[in-house]
């Protein structure tokens, strides 16, 4: 199947410091990739829609200037936690939609990047 | 949010069926079934999706009621390696929208 990558794997970074995290569709082009974040055993909570050349879409109580999303081209999206603080410990995954016709879709997931803020 | 709902947790032994049930009561017209699972610490991963028909692959086979109201995974011969939390998700527009899951464990 398709290869959706995520950079880094994991990361530490100090309270108050910025992460960027990468998302990109290898072997694809996806003009819309999705962001998810998750808690120690919870589920995936969907964090924003990423748009090629346009604004990110975010879900009710996703603070969005906090959780920047830029997504400048058709094989790459950047999930940027500005401020980070030991809350937003986390293990993000991102993921890219083939369309096998206009209603019949496929949805490829990164391998997630785990981020512990201390 | 997530449209599904299935069991929290089975046990299947090794080498056996292992059949995960997912109703999805709600489902419109057009919308798939799809089905995922996530091995700890990984992103998930693909396993089947359909509309109406049944369907299967090389790793699972997906049975759809009629009605459409809900769906069984079939790992057909379960192993080791097939312990994850499964995820059936039916697909609100653009977004996948993950329910709680089923977490599948294999024992020898």
């Known amino acids: 199947g398709a290869v959706v990558s995520q950079h880094p794997s994991w990361v530490i970074c100090k309270s108050g410091t910025s992460v960027k995290i990468e998302c990109r569709s290898l072997?694809?082009?996806?003009?819309?990739m999705f962001w998810y974040r998750q808690f120690p055993k919870q589920s995936l909570m969907l964090m924003a829609t990423s748009n090629e050349g346009s604004k990110a879409t975010y879900e009710q109580g996703v603070e969005k200037d906090k959780f920047l999303i830029n997504h400048a081209s058709l094989t790459l999206s950047t999930l940027t936690v500005t401020s980070a603080h030991p809350e937003d410990s986390s293990f993000y995954i991102c993921?890219?939609?083939?369309?096998?016709?206009?209603?019949?879709?496929?949805?490829?997931f990164g391998q997630g990047t785990r981020l512990t803020v201390v | 949010d997530a449209k599904t709902t299935q069991p929290p947790s089975m046990d299947c032994a090794e080498g056996r069926a292992a059949n995960l049930p997912c109703n999805h009561s709600t489902i419109s017209g057009n919308e798939y079934v799809y089905w995922y699972r996530q091995i700890h610490s990984q992103g998930p991963q693909y396993i089947i999706h359909?509309?109406?028909n049944n369907e299967t692959n090389e790793m699972a086979s997906l049975i759809i009621t009629e009605d459409r109201k809900s769906s069984t995974l079939i790992l057909p011969h379960a192993t080791l390696r097939d312990t994850a939390v499964y995820y059936c998700i039916v697909s609100v527009g653009n977004q996948f929208y993950f329910g709680t899951g089923t977490s599948l464990t294999v024992i020898p």
């Open positions: 072997d694809f082009q996806a003009t819309t």
């Open positions: 359909g509309l109406k």
């Open positions: 993921s890219a939609r083939i369309w096998l016709s206009r209603t019949n879709t496929e949805a490829f």
